[in-house]
């Protein structure tokens, strides 16, 4: 066995590459029409396709890698993020861009299977700490990752993003394969791919249309289509997967209460997590004479808002800690309370740029405290044989999260805007208004878990008992 802080370090890399992907692409994303010659309907695709690749690769990857091998699973997501990101690099048209920002996408599931393999291979005095810091990995690898990807932006050919990709890819794939070791840990049965296919359907078409409502309009055939018709075939999904003798998610399992609260907080900090990365990248990047902006350079935006990704890596060991004393329970209520009040300073002080920095180091603290319980929560639910999969529910509940947040947020802000110089910018008002939708869902997260019984009434054998934390 390899030193266990080798094998959290290989993990947690992994982790925030994976984070990494989502944010790659933002510092060039307003010149891809330019650059790739494309509508800017087009190039929303590049945003789009990542989204959806994401969302729905995560929870087949979880029940494969219950299957047939998570540390095999996850070395397939990061030689997919290597192909996806040389895809990129050698695109000249949008629709090969796209096709690469699909295929890096699917890494994210690499986040919720390291939170599985860590559960298998570990010892339980490491594990809440070395679970804490993989589940903040899904915050810090963007906020780090965004000033890197806007020096890398504005001093070389954009396509050099994307062999930034790829090499790093491609070294998380040599470290997990020469680093950490195989779960002897197997799921019996055969892959439900119906089941796949269905929640692929499902899910792609109703995120689909939550992700581009704003540009297609809520009340448009096409939106109205694939929402309702998202719903219905998940329906339909659901009533087949209760019917199935070896199913891709466990419906009995995942609505027993704590995994089910658990999951419904996950979509409420999810967008309140979201909701402060709509918005203050926005306030710090408009202009001065808008009157709202502070004028700030991406890569000084950037800088302002990394340390709420740091935050969330330095909280993980302290976050372990509490939760042993307090419990999962109190510390996800408690994480949920603190986006509360860092919503309420925003809507009052967020008025020059150190103000935004210590906002967002207290939202670190918040999305730190609260993603660090959720994994726990799950785990302490399920059975062993289907923790990735449970873990990649949650992940899929907290990108379910993030997405309605978009929608949400954004078509607030298109509603309070101005026009300025011909261009449609959000007011002083929309951006309050963000603030109270941010602080709403958090406080949703935190009555949700006060409802999460004390002791997990699930498997007789659990992935974790009640006692590890």
């Known amino acids: 066995?390899?030193?266990?802080?080798?094998?959290?370090?290989?993990?947690?890399?992994?982790?925030?590459?994976?984070?990494?992907?989502?944010?790659?692409?933002?510092?060039?994303?307003?010149?891809?029409?330019?650059?790739?010659?494309?509508?800017?309907?087009?190039?929303?695709?590049?945003?789009?396709?990542?989204?959806?690749?994401?969302?729905?690769?995560?929870?087949?990857?979880?029940?494969?890698?219950?299957?047939?091998?998570?540390?095999?699973?996850?070395?397939?997501?990061?030689?997919?993020?290597?192909?996806?990101?040389?895809?990129?690099?050698?695109?000249?048209?949008?629709?090969?861009?796209?096709?690469?920002?699909?295929?890096?996408?699917?890494?994210?599931?690499?986040?919720?299977?390291?939170?599985?393999?860590?559960?298998?291979?570990?010892?339980?005095?490491?594990?809440?700490?070395?679970?804490?810091?993989?589940?903040?990995?899904?915050?810090?690898?963007?906020?780090?990752?965004?000033?890197?990807?806007?020096?890398?932006?504005?001093?070389?050919?954009?396509?050099?993003?994307?062999?930034?990709?790829?090499?790093?890819?491609?070294?998380?794939?040599?470290?997990?394969?020469?680093?950490v070791p195989v779960s002897v840990i197997r799921t019996p049965g055969r892959f439900d791919w119906l089941g796949a296919i269905g929640l692929t359907i499902g899910l792609g078409t109703l995120l689909l249309a939550l992700s581009r409502g704003n540009e297609w309009g809520w009340g448009s055939p096409i939106t109205l289509g694939l929402a309702g018709g998202g719903v219905a075939v998940l329906a339909i999904w659901g009533a087949l997967e209760l019917r199935t003798r070896d199913p891709l998610v466990d419906l009995r399992v995942a609505a027993r209460p704590p995994v089910l609260l658990t999951n419904l907080a996950s979509v409420a900090f999810g967008f309140a997590l979201f909701s402060a990365n709509i918005v203050f990248p926005q306030l710090l990047e408009l202009p001065v004479a808008t009157g709202v902006g502070l004028g700030l350079g991406l890569l000084a935006a950037s800088l302002v808002l990394m340390p709420s990704g740091l935050t969330m890596m330095v909280m993980a060991p302290i976050a372990a800690r509490l939760q042993r004393r307090f419990g999962p329970r109190l510390l996800l209520i408690t994480g949920a309370l603190i986006l509360v009040v860092s919503y309420g300073i925003s809507y009052f002080f967020a008025v020059g740029w150190w103000q935004v920095l210590v906002i967002n180091v207290l939202i670190g603290v918040g999305i730190g405290l609260g993603y660090a319980a959720m994994p726990t929560l799950i785990m302490r639910a399920v059975p062993a044989t289907e923790t990735a999969a449970a873990n990649g529910l949650n992940s899929l509940m907290r990108s379910l999260g993030t997405s309605l947040a978009s929608a949400a947020i954004g078509a607030l802000l298109a509603v309070y805007s101005v026009e300025v110089d011909g261009v449609q910018l959000p007011t002083a008002e929309g951006f309050q208004l963000t603030f109270v939708f941010g602080a709403a869902a958090a406080l949703a997260g935190a009555l949700l878990a006060v409802f999460i019984p004390q002791r997990a009434e699930g498997d007789a054998r659990p992935s974790l008992p009640d006692g590890v934390a």
């Open 1 to 179: 066995m390899p030193d266990p802080r080798l094998v959290i370090g290989v993990l947690a890399l992994a982790g925030m590459s994976a984070s990494f992907m989502q944010t790659i692409v933002l510092p060039i994303q307003s010149e891809l029409p330019e650059l790739l010659d494309a509508s800017r309907s087009d190039t929303a695709w590049v945003i789009t396709a990542t989204l959806l690749s994401a969302s729905v690769v995560t929870p087949i990857a979880g029940r494969l890698g219950d299957m047939y091998g998570k540390r095999r699973v996850a070395l397939a997501l990061l030689a997919v993020l290597v192909a996806g990101s040389v895809v990129a690099a050698l695109s000249t048209s949008v629709a090969m861009l796209i096709a690469g920002r699909a295929l890096q996408g699917a890494v994210i599931g690499v986040i919720p299977l390291g939170i599985s393999i860590l559960r298998d291979v570990l010892h339980e005095d490491r594990l809440g700490g070395a679970i804490a810091l993989m589940s903040a990995t899904l915050g810090v690898g963007g906020a780090i990752g965004l000033p890197i990807s806007a020096i890398v932006s504005e001093n070389l050919d954009w396509h050099a993003l994307f062999w930034l990709a790829a090499a790093l890819g491609s070294l998380n794939l040599v470290l997990v394969l020469a680093v």
